[in-house]
């Protein structure tokens, strides 16, 4: 079965500066990935997915994370961080017909001004 | 495109009574839905796959009988809290899924008092 870990908990960076959250996956196969953002007491908003193709993928609010399958990654990336864009991210891994989709534990990213 | 909604946003009951959340998808019809728990400040535990016109699938450790799933058209799932108890409080969201992708609701946040 697949997993993910996000090796970071909580991130601090200051407004406007570049941002990369971390995410190495398990699966035998090629993943489907994904990137969410959770903002505080809502649901999850989809940054970005990857399912084959282009191993840089752009995403919504300027986000773009690259697939690197021979380290297992897929970092999420920002070159400036916007103070709204403090939340939990989620990293996310589905298999097949993505029945079976797998979360790490999430990077809280606090933005200072 | 690809929104889901959830009712109600939060709801508050006495211990013992049954609740029942709607999941929506509002412009997409989703032969699949997923049914989540979220602790404070942890990640996305699946409790159920729900699929239109048949029984849920459970995840291990998930009582059927106490979180009963209906997925009775292409556009609706509800889960229904039976004899809820203060253990039951959490942040329940739902999915669901289009183009190999989940798109998740905003979220009920259940207390049992």
């Known amino acids: 079965a697949q997993s993910v870990t996000q090796p970071d908990i909580h991130i601090t960076v200051s407004e406007g500066a570049s941002l990369e959250l971390r995410c190495n996956y398990s699966y035998g196969a090629t993943p489907y990935l994904f990137w969410y953002v959770q903002s505080p007491g809502q649901g999850l908003q989809l940054l970005l997915k990857y399912f084959s193709g282009d191993t840089l993928v752009q995403g919504i609010k300027g986000f773009e994370a690259e697939f690197k399958r021979s380290q297992s990654s897929f970092n999420l990336r920002k070159p400036s961080v916007h103070w709204s864009d403090a939340a939990e991210y989620f990293c996310a891994v589905g298999a097949g017909n993505n029945n079976d989709m797998r979360f790490g534990a999430g990077t809280r990213l606090t933005v200072k001004p | 495109g690809a929104v889901v909604s959830q009712h109600p946003s939060w709801v508050i009951c006495k211990s013992g009574t049954s609740v029942k959340i709607e999941c929506r998808s509002l412009d997409f019809q989703a032969t699949t839905m997923f049914w989540y728990r979220q602790f404070p400040k942890q990640s996305l535990m699946l409790m159920a796959t729900?699929?239109?016109?048949?029984?849920?699938?459970?995840e291990q450790g998930v009582e059927k009988d106490k979180f009963l799933i209906n997925h009775a058209s292409l556009t609706l799932s509800t889960l229904t809290v039976t004899s809820a108890h203060p253990e039951d409080s959490s942040f329940y969201i739902c999915s669901g899924r289009a183009a190999e992708t989940q798109y998740f609701g905003p979220g009920t946040r259940l207390l049992v008092l």
């Open positions: 729900s699929n239109e016109g048949s029984k849920a699938t459970y």
